[in-house]
C-alpha cells in the first residue's frame, strides 16, 4: 500500500520571503499523479499544484513550483515571495494513474504560518 | 456548474442516532469518495465509489454505509452515531483518470455529544 508523510507538522515564514514544505511517498508504481492541496481557515479543499510521475519536468504555478525527485520518492512544495493569504494547512496527496485504485492518499498535513 | 454539494455544513448528533450526509456532483464524474479529516490525521478514506452500482470500503468505514444509485450522487449513512464520528466530512469526486485530481465539498461537521 502507498503511504505519503509530511515530517512537518508546522512552519513559519516572514512574508514576501520563500518556503519549502516537504512530502515524502512509498509506492511500487512506476505512473502515478501526485498533488499539493491548501485548505485555508474556510476548510475548503484547494488544488494548488499537480504533477505526473512520467514528466521529469518540475510543476509550476505562479508562485508554488515543486520539486519532484522520483527516485528518491520526494515531492516538497515551495512557495515563493510568500503572502498572508497562504497561511493555511497544505496537504500533499498521491494517486495512482488507473485502475480501481484511483483514490488520494494524503499526508497529515502541515500548518503554514504567514508573519507580516 | 455547482461541482460537488454537500450538505449540511454543520450537525449535532446524539449518540446513537442515525443520520445521512448528502453529496452531489454535476461533473459527470465516475469516482466519488467520503473522507474524514481530524486534526493530526489529514484525511482518511471512508468508503469510496468507482461508479454507480460499485461501492467499497476505505481506511475506516466501520459505523459508516454508502451506496450509489446515481452517477451524481454519493450520500454517507451513520448508522448508530458515536462520540468517535465527531469529525469534519469531506465528500470529493473526480474523472477516472485525471492530472486534476478531486474536486471536494465544502464538508461537514459533525459533533456527536
Known amino acids: 500500500a502507498q503511504t505519503v508523510t509530511q515530517s512537518q507538522p508546522e512552519m513559519s515564514v516572514q512574508e514576501a520571503e520563500t518556503v519549502t514544505l516537504s512530502c515524502t511517498y512509498d509506492?511500487?508504481?512506476?505512473?502515478?499523479?501526485l498533488f499539493w492541496y491548501k485548505q485555508p481557515p474556510s476548510r475548503q479543499m484547494i488544488l494548488v499544484i499537480r504533477?505526473?510521475?512520467?514528466?521529469?519536468q518540475n510543476a509550476t504555478e505562479n508562485r508554488f513550483s515543486v520539486n519532484f525527485q522520483k527516485a528518491a520518492k520526494s515531492f516538497s512544495l515551495k512557495i515563493s515571495d510568500s503572502q498572508l493569504g497562504d497561511a493555511a494547512m497544505y496537504f500533499c496527496?498521491?494517486?495512482?494513474?488507473?485502475?480501481?485504485?484511483?483514490?488520494?492518499?494524503f499526508g497529515k498535513g502541515t500548518k503554514l504560518s504567514v508573519k507580516p | 456548474n455547482a461541482g460537488v454539494t454537500q450538505t449540511p455544513k454543520f450537525q449535532v448528533l446524539k449518540t446513537g442516532q442515525s443520520m445521512t450526509l448528502q453529496c452531489a456532483q454535476d461533473m459527470n464524474h465516475e469516482y466519488m469518495s467520503w473522507y474524514r479529516q481530524d486534526p493530526g490525521m489529514g484525511l482518511r478514506l471512508i468508503h469510496y465509489?468507482?461508479?454507480?452500482?460499485?461501492?467499497d470500503q476505505g481506511e475506516v468505514p466501520n459505523g459508516y454505509n454508502v451506496s450509489r444509485s446515481t452517477t451524481e450522487d454519493f450520500p454517507l449513512r451513520l448508522l448508530s452515531a458515536a462520540p468517535s464520528q465527531t469529525s469534519v466530512y469531506f465528500c470529493?469526486?473526480?474523472?477516472?483518470?485525471?492530472?486534476?485530481?478531486?474536486?471536494f465539498g465544502s464538508g461537514t461537521r459533525l459533533t456527536v455529544v
Open positions: 465509489s468507482v461508479g454507480a452500482g460499485i461501492t
Open positions: 504533477q505526473e510521475a512520467y514528466k521529469q
Open positions: 496527496a498521491y494517486r495512482s494513474y488507473g485502475g480501481s485504485q484511483g483514490n488520494l492518499i
Open positions: 509506492t511500487s508504481e512506476s505512473d502515478y499523479y
Open positions: 470529493a469526486s473526480s474523472l477516472r483518470r485525471s492530472l486534476y485530481g478531486y474536486t
